[in-house]
């Protein structure tokens, strides 16, 4: 609908236009709107010519409105296809009159018209028609009058029309349809690689119309392919410059014919290829042009050959060459021929240029290049054109270095290689010189020959890939068989090519390497080296592989000298390399060349590293320098100063180059584990070749040249290690060949070689036995024989084949550091993968084994470091045949003399392996059986010692039968333990023997429990018994002679030897302490096992013979021997008794022991045999305390036996001793030690007498003589009261010794201990031994007269003050108190306290003694102790409820009165001298009168109330004693000062009568009137009665000066009056 709105718009123009001048063209165009509107479609618009008539009527009239608008309805109708075909005809004639016209306007549209016609289904198919159509267009063309844009726009419809006329030809000859477009004469990309990439990818629909299998050749052509054929013609014919014959044109322009010829035979390939009248044409025609055109001649008809004419001409050339060489074989060849010769003839630079395009762009097209080599080059008959092409590019390439610009032309080359890389065009300045324009002329030249020379080589890499993917070739990935042929096309077409060319290439590239340095020339030919190499190497083209990869080393280091040399290349004679020589102490300098050619040869190493093979070596080398320029100080990365471009390098890229080639270099090797076997190893023998070679240069000195070899060996040492470590996986087939250069580099004479050796084989050995199939342990089970067949053989080959190089390496060097270095690597071997080995231990234990007979001492330590970590840690991954080898090894090194300590470490680990070996002796533990069984029975009954003995021997046998399963071979390893350290135990070595000793013992002593019957008692017969039989016999036998310690230099002509100690200088001595440690060890087995050997067979007569071993030590050995002796049998039974599971003989025996040697003590004496002395005793007291409960009387008696003739033997010597040393005895005082411990149990109870009475004979004991104490004249002050009367004693006790026993100290030490038992024992035993032991105390508390410096009183005062407290309190809580005892026992008891409180505390106490020399400290504790008994007896005993007669509590009050009478009793003249301390006691004896007569905050009880009564009474009359004495002394003083101790006498008796309150049957007792008692009874006032006592006393102290006491009196008689109710009376009242 929109073609109709747009034709009825145009009418209504054309009707409005024509509506003066043209009314028929008006009506017609009216008439034709009408028309217009019954139509609906261009269908019904063709096949009504009303419409297209009135469009031709108004061109007709030829004004330009009208024919302007006609022609373009004329176009809307044809593009619409709204015309018939019939009428194309007169639409030609109506535009070949408009094209006649002047209007440029209407030309135009007149070209715009035929070009819609040749688009349309009116496209000419009549020769007429055609003609008339392209005739319009050739007559704007040739018209000289038109415009240029008339022109233009005609040539452009001409061309187009061409095209559509071919395209018709195809289509009418159903022709393949697509076209090749050409990328050479297309904006070439930025790089060759890249460009080469873009011209394979468009090659692919060249290569499916070419070769067009099912389409034929044919003669015969349509109609429409004829009018092409002739229209082809005639361009062919006008390009020579002829006539067109056919389109009637005189001339066509020469330049624009061939453009046309050009576009057709690049785009219509199919047509010149099935169609053989144009394939004629095209032979014969136009090769003809183009071969005439292309002659050198300036001139051509008369023509001015311009330079685009022969570009037309080349292009021409190369789409002939390129598309239909191989159908016009000849005329190619010739074509080819004329260029490469047109490359070196004196020509204009522009046409070389033209030409060297061309032939670039054949080189970087690979299926042109390949169908020329296919045609020529591989045709026997044909010329080597490509050949020629490379060597003519070569010779382009190689003209730079005859240049006398060639530096400016070679940086002008990089420009331009910059900028293309930079996807911008490379152009000159504008202002540039003419000789700047040459220069750049003959870089672009050059930059062309490079790039084709670089296409050539792309093509072959890129044909060689494509032969490898069509299956042709080998896979640089798949492994090389060399035997190998190839016989594909495409393989064989590379392989031709290489041959042919390689050389030719390697010179220019290399010669332009060489003097190009910007960035981007040069990745450009590197990348070319890679793709020619890896091409030469997937090809397996040894020498021009070789010859590469040589020519690109030279280029990876920039040496500082750029010294290189030649050598000859593996199998490839005749070709050149650079051995790079790097002297670390030169800087090393890396280009940026440097840096990219080394990482292009990292590449190519990368692609072929399964197929490099042999020349690996080329490689290897380079890769050594680069390391040893990577860990050079020296070495930098910097800029490369040129005039062209260059990489812009910042400081921090120094670094990252090395980095990043350092990495490259690891992940080269890394990458072996994606490499084959064989490749493997053609790598390691290329790295073992290279090192050998360096090798055989390297001497022992060290020269710059010598540690540039020793870094290149390290180099091929470190790779093979890291191919090995990336190879675990299949390291087999490779293991010898790296090790085996290993073990040639430990036998060098360089000791830095040796060395890089030890630590390679190191390296190598952990990392196979630390990869993943040495991960899992073998099965291993130790109680049965192992299935080694099981186990995978490669594993069992690559373990044995690892750890034998260790063997084959120590076993066949003779160099000590080399064997060193084999200990050292095993070592390390067992530390870090010793649980992983299974198949190779028989072979390291016997290395191990014959170390430990080196006389080299470093040789031993490393080999038993391998054996400490064994038996530290691999025990568990051992074969159970190999522990009996590695027993034996250990042996081997406790046996070595070369190293004490390792001896020692040895013996220890015996005791590792058999904490190994006895996890498999799965012995029940009889130990623990048998002491369930015995506390089960011991409920119900105690069995004696012989049937206890004939239980566990039932025990063990029954266990024994029901364990001696599967443990036969754990026996013997573990006997085979025993019986080294049983000879280890009579070495000559003390260390050694003693330390094998303390280890036999200790495995025993873990490992009992395990053991059975059986090899108990093969233990006890052949191992325990025979080592304490030897040691007792050396150390009786041994020599006493001293020794000399180690000489360890001289003095004065002297030898100076090391000081030995005197314990250890002679050998008995030294066999002592081997004894001491075998009786120590029988010791703990007995501790821990002796109820299990109880019950073994005949061990009782064992037992027997250990007791004379043990007698026998005590009298005959060192003191050392005799204890260990004694706590040997000690430990046996002291460790079991506790548990009851001792049999009584056992015991018995152990007491016989003990009691015979006391009763030897006549000959036995000393230093040693007081020590012995005092270990029984401490070991008697510890196994009664133990086993009391086994005991009966007469082993108790039998004990009691033993102490007293230790305690007797010891009084003969104490008083000497005492006197000397000044303590007890070391006897006695074990004696008084154990004397606690010694209480009888509960059934000895009648044993306390014994003991009680036995150890109080070693008291002193004293005769008593009555005579007047001296000095004592008391009067008593209330001697005139009938009924209180208390008569004053007259007499004293004068102690004189009659006998002694013990010392001093010794009764010093006892009486506490004896007190302590006292307290302990049994009621009845107590009461009866009470009076004995006071009088005993009371005895030795008399001393205090004779020696009142000395600690025996003080020692039994506070004895006697303890035992009489404690017992009192024990009374008052219940305790004894049902204990019916009789009344005369009560009373001697009583009896005995009350002489010894008399005597001691009113003869001995608050006196002033003649010993005025004690210090002030001893005074004190004198004084304090006093003031103890004090408050002993006045604030416990006496006011405890205790059953004491009458009489004794009236002894004991009249002893404290009696004692507080000392201060007032004194004449006043004496008071003044008296010591303060006696002041004191008398006070305080007071003052416990005035509390036992006070009621305040007491219990109060009958006894209670009794000893109130009676101090009251004693209380009153000796404070009105007091108070009457005062007064008498103040009067007879007159002016004089009282002195002190009396005034606070009195003032201290006046404050506690103010204070007294007493209790009111306290009051019955007070001489008072009874109408008094009966007045203080009823208003309950009698708690002060006391007062009234003492009322005329007070009065009469009114009067005294001091003022003090009238204040205290005044209080008192007030005291009074409220007593008697008198405050309440006066005169008010």
Same mark, same amino acid.
């Given at each position: ?126 020769? =007429? ?26 040539? %452009? ?83 020579? +410059? ?29 047509? @010149? ?170 870089a672009h030249a050059i930059t062309l020959a490079i790039e084709g020379l670089l296409g050539v080589v792309f093509t072959v890499a890129t044909l060689t890939d494509e032969a490898v993917d069509l299956g042709e070739l080998e896979s640089p990935r798949c492994e090389h068989r060399p035997s190998t042929e190839y016989t594909g096309k495409t393989a064989l077409l590379c392989i031709s090519m290489v041959d042919s060319l390689w050389l030719t290439i390697l010179d220019s590239l290399s010669l332009i390497l060489s003097r190009s ?32 990869? &040589? ?61 490099? +093979? ?43 180059? @090395? ?157 000590? =550091? ?156 573990? @006997? ?106 029988? &010791? ?37 021997? &005799? ?42 004496? +000393? ?24 005991? =009966? ?165 506070? +004895? ?56 002030? %400290? ?152 009874? @109408? ?58």
């Amino acid at each position: 609908m929109a073609l109709m709105a747009a034709l009825e718009a145009d009418l209504r123009a054309l009707s409005a236009e024509a509506r003066r001048r043209y009314p028929s063209v008006k009506d017609g165009a009216e008439h034709a709107i009408l028309k217009l509107r019954s139509l609906s479609s261009a269908s019904e618009l063709s096949s009504n010519d009303d419409i297209l008539r009135i469009f031709l009527m108004a061109c007709e009239v030829r004004n330009v409105k009208l024919s302007v608008i006609g022609l373009s309805c004329l176009q809307k109708l044809i593009s619409h296809d709204a015309v018939e075909p019939s009428s194309l005809k007169e639409i030609l004639s109506t535009l070949k009159d408009h094209a006649e016209m002047a209007e440029e306007n209407i030309q135009l549209k007149t070209l715009q018209t035929i070009l819609i016609i040749f688009q349309s289904r009116l496209h000419p198919e009549t020769e =007429d028609n055609m003609v008339l159509g392209l005739g319009i267009c050739l007559r704007l063309l040739d018209n000289n009058r038109s415009s240029p844009s008339v022109y233009n726009t005609a040539a %452009a419809t001409f061309r187009q029309a061409v095209a559509l006329i071919f395209d018709q030809v195809v289509s009418s000859e159903s022709l393949p349809t697509r076209k090749f477009s050409s990328s050479s004469y297309a904006a070439r990309s930025g790089s060759v690689s890249g460009e080469f990439s873009q011209n394979i990818s468009n090659s692919e629909p060249l290569e499916k119309d070419i070769l067009c299998g099912s389409l034929a050749t044919r003669e015969t052509l349509s109609e429409t392919g004829k009018l092409g054929l002739r229209l082809l013609e005639d361009l062919t014919a006008s390009a020579a +410059g002829g006539s067109a014959a056919w389109l009637h044109v005189a001339f066509l322009p020469r330049t624009f014919a061939l453009e046309l010829i050009e576009f057709v035979l690049s785009n219509y390939i199919s047509v @010149f290829k099935i169609l053989i009248p144009y394939e004629q044409v095209l032979r014969h025609q136009i090769c003809s042009l183009l071969m005439t055109s292309l002659r050198t001649s300036s001139e051509l008809e008369g023509e001015t050959v311009e330079p685009y004419f022969r570009r037309l001409v080349l292009r021409s050339v190369a789409h002939v060459i390129r598309l239909y060489s191989s159908s016009l074989i000849t005329e190619c060849e010739v074509f080819l021929s004329m260029l490469v010769k047109a490359t070196f003839l004196d020509l204009p630079l522009w046409h070389r240029i033209l030409v060297l395009e061309i032939l670039r762009g054949f080189c970087v097209e690979a299926r042109t290049l390949q169908i020329l080599f296919q045609n020529f080059d591989m045709h026997p008959k044909n010329t080597n054109v490509v050949e020629g092409i490379v060597k003519a590019l070569a010779r382009v390439v190689s003209s730079v270095q005859f240049q006398e610009t060639s530096e400016e032309s070679l940086a002008a080359v990089a420009g331009m290689f910059s900028s293309k890389a930079k996807g911008i065009e490379w152009i000159l300045d504008n202002d540039a010189s003419s000789a700047a324009v040459l220069v750049a002329s003959e870089a672009h030249a050059i930059t062309l020959a490079i790039e084709g020379l670089l296409g050539v080589v792309f093509t072959v890499a890129t044909l060689t890939d494509e032969a490898v993917d069509l299956g042709e070739l080998e896979s640089p990935r798949c492994e090389h068989r060399p035997s190998t042929e190839y016989t594909g096309k495409t393989a064989l077409l590379c392989i031709s090519m290489v041959d042919s060319l390689w050389l030719t290439i390697l010179d220019s590239l290399s010669l332009i390497l060489s003097r190009s340095h910007g960035e981007a020339i040069v990745l450009e030919i590197l990348k070319g080296y890679q793709a020619f190499t890896q091409a030469c190497g997937v090809l397996h083209a040894v020498e021009p592989l070789n010859s590469f990869l &040589a020519s690109l080393c030279r280029f990876t280091i920039l040496l500082p000298s750029d010294v290189e040399r030649k050598s000859s290349l593996m199998l490839s004679p005749g070709s050149k390399r650079s051995e790079v020589q790097l002297d670390q102490k030169d800087n090393i300098v890396l280009t940026p060349k440097n840096v990219q050619a080394l990482r292009t040869l990292f590449n190519i190493a990368h692609r072929l590293q399964n197929v490099l +093979g042999p020349s690996w070596v080329l490689v290897l080398e380079t890769l050594s320098a680069l390391d040893r320029a990577i860990h050079s100080p020296h070495a930098t990365t910097q800029e490369v100063t040129t005039t062209g471009p260059k990489l812009t390098r910042e400081p921090s890229r120094q670094f990252s180059d @090395f980095s990043i080639l350092s990495s490259l270099n690891s992940q080269l090797f890394e990458s072996s584990a994606l490499m084959h076997v064989s490749a493997i190893k053609s790598l390691l023998s290329a790295l073992h070749q290279l090192s050998l070679q360096c090798m055989a240069e390297t001497s022992g000195s060290f020269s710059s040249a010598s540690s540039q070899k020793v870094g290149s060996i390290r180099f091929s040492v470190d790779r093979m290690i890291s191919i090995l470590v990336n190879n675990l996986h299949r390291v087999e087939p490779l293991w010898e060949e790296v090790v085996g250069h290993f073990l040639e580099l430990a036998e060098h004479s360089n000791q830095n070689l040796r060395d890089m050796a030890l630590d390679a084989l190191d390296r190598s050995i952990c990392a196979v036995l630390g990869s993943e199939q040495f991960g899992a342990d073998p099965t291993k089970s130790r109680d049965s024989t192992l299935d080694v067949e099981s186990k995978p053989t490669e594993l069992r080959s690559i373990e044995c084949a690892v750890l034998s190089s260790l063997r084959v390496l120590y076993f066949s060097t003779e160099k000590a =550091d080399v064997r060193i270095g084999s200990l050292k690597i095993l070592l390390h071997v067992l530390e870090r993968c010793g649980e992983k080995l299974y198949y190779s231990w028989p072979g390291i234990l016997e290395m191990l084994r014959s170390v430990a007979d080196a006389s080299e001492k470093d040789l031993v330590t490393l080999g038993f470091q391998s054996l400490r970590v064994i038996m530290s840690d691999g025990l568990p991954t051992l074969p159970g045949d190999c522990l009996h080898v590695c027993i034996d090894v250990t042996g081997a090194y406790c046996n070595q003399k070369t190293e004490l300590n390792i001896s020692l470490t040895a013996i220890g680990l015996l005791w590792t392996m058999s904490d190994f070996v006895a996890k498999g002796l799965r012995h029940e533990s009889v130990v623990e059986k048998e002491l369930g069984l015995k506390n089960a029975e011991s409920t119900s009954k105690q069995p004696n010692g012989e049937e206890e003995e004939e239980h566990m021997v039932n025990l063990s046998e029954k266990t024994e039968n029901e364990s001696s399963l599967e443990v036969v071979n754990h026996e013997k390893l573990m @006997f085979l333990a025993f019986s080294l350290l049983q000879k280890l135990g009579a070495d000559e070595r003390p260390e050694v023997r003693n330390s094998a000793v303390r280890t036999f013992f200790q495995i025993l002593g873990s490992h009992g429990n395990k053991l059975s019957k059986r090899m108990w008692e093969n233990c006890l017969w052949n191992y325990i018994f025979p080592m304490l039989d030897r040691a007792s016999h050396k150390a009786a036998t041994s020599s006493k002679d001293e020794w000399q310690g180690k000489e360890i230099g001289t003095r004065g002509g002297k030898a100076v030897h090391m000081l030995i100690h005197h314990s250890r200088n002679t050998a008995q001595k030294q066999w002592d302490e081997t004894f001491v440690l075998v009786l120590g060890g029988i &010791a703990r087995i007995f501790r821990s096992f002796f109820p299990l050997l109880i019950g073994l067979r005949n061990f009782w007569s064992g037992w027997e013979s250990l007791l004379d071993f043990v007698k026998n030590s005590i009298f005959n050995g060192s003191k050392e021997v &005799a204890l260990a002796a004694i706590n040997c049998l000690q430990t046996a039974v002291v460790s079991h008794s506790v548990k009851g599971n001792l049999p009584v003989r056992y015991l018995n025996s152990v007491m016989d022991v003990y009691e015979l040697v006391f009763q030897k003590s006549s000959s036995y004496s +000393g230093d040693t045999a007081t020590n012995v002395k005092q270990e029984i005793l401490h070991g008697l007291g510890e196994l009664y305390v133990q086993s009391k409960k086994m005991f =009966d009387d007469k082993m108790y008696m039998q004990l009691l036996a033993i102490v007293d003739l230790a305690i007797k033997q010891a009084m003969i010597d104490s008083e000497n001793f005492e006197t000397e040393f000044g303590h007890v005895p070391p006897v006695l005082r074990m004696v008084l030690e154990i004397l606690p411990s010694l209480g009888p149990p509960e059934h000895l109870s009648s044993m306390w007498l014994i003991l009680l009475r036995e150890f109080l004979h070693y008291l002193p004991r004293f005769d008593f003589v009555a005579s007047n104490e001296e000095g004592e004249a008391e009067q008593s002050s209330t001697g005139e009261h009938a009924n209180g009367v208390v008569t004053e004693k007259k007499t004293a006790i004068r102690e004189t010794p009659t006998s002694r026993i013990g010392g001093t100290m010794f009764a010093e030490k006892l009486i506490p201990a004896l007190v302590e038992l006292l307290l302990q024992a049994p009621a009845v035993e107590k009461y009866i031994l009470f009076p004995e032991i006071i009088q005993t105390l009371g005895r030795c508390m008399t001393s205090r007269r004779d020696n009142p410096d000395g600690s025996l009183w003080k020692v039994a005062a506070e +004895g006697f003050n303890r035992m009489l407290v404690e017992d009192v309190k024990r009374c008052a809580v219940g305790g004894d108190m049902d204990l019916k005892l009789s009344k005369t026992a009560r009373t001697r008891i009583w009896k005995e306290v009350g002489d010894v409180y008399e005597i001691f505390l009113v003869g001995y106490c608050g006196r002033a003694l003649s010993s005025n020399s004690l210090p002030a %400290a001893a005074l004190k504790a004198n004084e304090t102790l006093e003031m103890a008994l004090l408050n002993g007896l006045g604030d416990v005993i006496l006011k405890s409820n205790v059953d004491a007669p009458r009489e004794v509590l009236e002894r004991l009050v009249s002893t404290l009165d009696r004692c507080a009478s000392r201060t007032c009793s004194l004449p006043i003249e004496t008071v003044e001298l008296m010591p303060p301390h006696c002041s004191r006691f008398s006070l305080t004896c007071l003052q416990k009168l005035f509390s036992l007569s006070s009621d305040e905050t007491e219990k109060w009880h009958a006894t209670r109330l009794e000893v109130s009564k009676i101090s009251i009474m004693l209380l009153m009359e000796r404070c009105e004693y007091i108070l009457r004495r005062f007064l008498i002394d103040k009067n007879n003083l007159g002016n004089r000062p009282i002195p002190t101790a009396r005034l606070e006498e009195i003032v201290y008796v006046l404050q506690e009568l103010d204070r007294l309150t007493i209790h009111p049957d306290t009051t019955s007792v007070l001489p008072l009137k009874p @109408f008094l008692r009966t007045i203080l009874r009823e208003d309950n006032r009698d708690k002060r009665s006391h007062l009234l006592v003492l009322f005329p006393a007070l009065c009469e102290l009114v009067v005294s000066r001091e003022t003090e006491v009238r204040e205290l009196v005044q209080v008192l008689l007030r005291g009074i009056a409220t007593e008697l109710g008198l405050e309440k009376v006066s005169f008010t009242q």
